[in-house]
């Protein structure tokens, strides 16, 4: 609780900071953009300029409104189901990922706009918003794990250097990530200085992206990636971001509303710039905050640079995420995670209560909308006596 405390107490909590803190924070979520952001060009196609610049705009949008971390990422479910489908050959096409984000955007505006997220976030009992905010937790470490698996011996010193740093004000420890992640990079593949050497500016500007949808995009893009995708977002871009938030900067709270309205702003504008579906998440701000973010400066830092990349650098974007190597930014993903699951240990006094968290946890590791609905329905049943312990 006094490290909790120590979040928000210092200095003026209603304005953004832009000191170095925040620029270690602004790095937090790497480990869920970068690969993201790679598989949507390497398989979909995607042009990074729209997509980059998308998430750019968002993150300074939201950094602005909320003044505390508030992350803005990939949507997972659909970008693993673009990727993975594009790469079989099935009709996944750029059009369709641009729909998917403009059927969310609708979707989550809608939520927000009646107030029904408000309500339907009213009906889910704490112990299972805690127990979704757990097992994402433990989701985030297994996929570092899977991303350190790659290079133990790298992956070892990042961690080292990592947890040696990690309470340093004066030297912090993302930073020091970056530069010895790129350093081992440089090493590894030393083609890979002159490539960076070769990258020069460019200057372009986005188009419209939904020149070219058609109707197998429409399709597509709404039954075969947007709808999968609601109850994960729900899990994890309102309960569980809410809960995040509100528990470390309780003088800025948020509100499912606001969450949801924010989310359809930023897709429903992205997806007309070229920007893939995006969503707040409670792991991309543990992963801002366990690296020194405090304010919603470290967001506009990150949207800043997306920018400055897609307007002049879209084209070397590849060559340039190539100085992330893989088992850092899952070393980054690994302690985001810790701090997640961490921070979610406040566990009921009640044993159905406590069961209920960890079912839901277990769940919501593979599917938070499953854990979501399984730790409701178990809950309930305990309560009323229909299950007993």
Request: proline fraction near 5%; charged fraction near 10%; include cysteine.
């Amino acid at each position: 609780m006094a490290k909790d405390s120590a979040l928000h107490a210092a200095g003026n909590p209603c304005a953004n900071r832009y000191d170095r803190a925040e620029w270690a924070g602004a790095f937090g979520d790497l480990g869920t953009l970068v690969p993201f952001v790679l598989a949507y060009i390497a398989t979909v196609r995607v042009d990074p300029l729209g997509m980059l610049l998308a998430f750019g705009g968002a993150m300074i949008g939201t950094g602005l409104y909320y003044r505390t971390p508030v992350p803005v990422q990939p949507m997972k479910a659909i970008g693993a189901t673009a990727a993975t489908q594009a790469a079989q050959a099935l009709t996944i096409t750029p059009q369709a990922v641009f729909v998917s984000g403009l059927a969310t955007g609708v979707f989550w505006l809608a939520l927000g706009a009646t107030g029904l997220a408000q309500r339907v976030s009213s009906l889910v009992p704490r112990p299972v918003a805690i127990g979704i905010v757990l097992g994402l937790g433990f989701a985030f470490m297994l996929g570092g794990l899977r991303m350190m698996a790659g290079a133990w011996g790298l992956a070892a010193v990042s961690l080292a250097l990592a947890l040696l740093l990690l309470s340093n004000r004066t030297v912090p420890a993302m930073l020091v990530l970056l530069v010895f992640g790129a350093a081992a990079a440089l090493v590894a593949e030393p083609s890979l200085m002159h490539q960076l050497a070769a990258v020069r500016p460019e200057f372009r500007l986005p188009s419209f992206a939904l020149a070219g949808v058609t109707w197998p995009d429409l399709v597509a893009g709404v039954a075969f990636l947007a709808i999968p995708q609601l109850p994960l977002t729900f899990g994890n871009a309102i309960l569980a971001l809410k809960e995040e938030n509100n528990r470390l900067f309780p003088d800025r709270r948020v509100s499912e509303r606001a969450l949801s309205l924010s989310t359809g702003v930023i897709n429903l504008a992205g997806s007309m710039i070229g920007g893939v579906p995006m969503c707040h998440g409670a792991g991309g701000m543990a992963g801002h905050t366990r690296f020194g973010a405090r304010t919603g400066g470290a967001v506009v830092i990150l949207g800043a640079i997306l920018c400055v990349v897609a307007l002049f650098f879209s084209g070397s974007v590849t060559t340039l995420l190539r100085i992330f190597p893989a088992p850092v930014l899952g070393v980054v993903l690994f302690l985001t995670g810790a701090q997640l699951a961490l921070g979610s240990c406040d566990f009921s006094k009640r044993k159905d209560e406590r069961f209920a968290t960890l079912v839901t946890a277990g769940c919501s590791v593979w599917n938070v909308g499953l854990g979501f609905a399984l730790g409701w329905l178990l809950l309930v049943a305990l309560r009323r006596g229909y299950v007993k312990l």
